[in-house]
């Protein structure tokens, strides 16, 4: 009677999809920008190959070509395609804080903008962005809000972006 216990090898779909997998990191290696390739914590032949496959610019069958073999020596090391997905995945944050930073200031923004919801969003200006020129942040919201001033629109999301920046 057989061991169902026994751990059974991946199926051919499961190992497809890794394969996949490892191709789609390769791809995302291959078009990183040139600061965050610069920080790329791999060395060796797999840097070697990423940056070779990043002189293929247009998507053609030789860049195809070059993906797969690229995808081929990171499955070969282990090692290698775990500190990639580590230093993808720390990209991806960072560019998901800046998003969320960004709407928040857009969503200030808008509430300074608002005449009902004014005293609160200056008070929380007043109390994370120290330092800030509140008398020009209110005369820009007014402007906005009255005249639907689109200058002092701008003008206000850059001087709380400015703030919050030097904040952190």
Same mark, same amino acid.
């Given at each position: 009677m057989e061991d169902?216990?026994?751990e059974r090898p991946? %199926?051919?779909s499961a190992l497809k999809r890794a394969a996949k997998a490892v191709e789609e990191m390769a791809a995302r290696? @291959? =078009?990183l920008g040139d600061g965050d390739f610069k920080r790329l914590p791999l060395t060796? +032949?797999?840097r070697e190959e990423i940056e070779e496959t990043r002189r293929f610019k247009s998507h053609?069958? @030789?860049r195809k070509r070059q993906l797969k073999h690229l995808a081929g020596l990171l499955r070969s090391d282990a090692d290698a395609v775990q500190v990639a997905e580590e230093f993808l995945a720390e990209i991806q944050t960072g560019r998901n804080k800046e998003a969320a930073d960004f709407h928040h200031i857009e969503a200030l923004r808008e509430r300074l903008c =608002? @005449? +009902?919801q004014f005293d609160a969003a200056l008070e929380e200006v007043r109390q994370n962005m120290p330092g800030v020129n509140l008398a020009k942040i209110q005369r820009l919201a007014e402007s @906005?809000?009255?005249h639907n001033d689109r200058r002092a629109f701008r003008e206000l999301f850059r001087i709380l972006k400015a703030? =919050? %920046?030097g904040e952190h």
């Open positions: 169902f216990d026994q991946p %199926s051919r290696l @291959a =078009d060796g +032949e797999i053609n069958s @030789a =608002d @005449a +009902e @906005a809000r009255l703030a =919050d %920046s």
